[in-house]
């Protein structure tokens, strides 16, 4: 059985792309995240000032393993 090659290139989907970088503490990975990357993280009720942090960085993306709001602060 003979397959024919592709002719035409795949076309770009629509998403963000860029290394991720995953860390265990918050202030060591604002400090370490750089523009261009995907922050992976595992921080129960993400505040303010740590999402502001991480955006200043230049982050194009963030994944949150943990709860954004746990009931323990009104959100």
Request: contains cysteine.
């Amino acid at each position: 059985m003979k397959f024919a090659l592709r002719t035409r290139p795949a076309p770009d989907l629509p998403g963000v792309q860029g290394p991720a970088r995953v860390e265990r503490r918050m202030d060591s990975l604002v400090a370490r995240s750089r523009a261009g990357e995907i922050v992976v993280c595992d921080h129960v009720d993400l505040d303010r000032e740590a999402a502001q942090a991480l955006a200043e960085t230049g982050i194009v993306g963030l994944i949150n393993v943990g709860a954004m709001i746990s009931g323990r602060y009104p959100s």
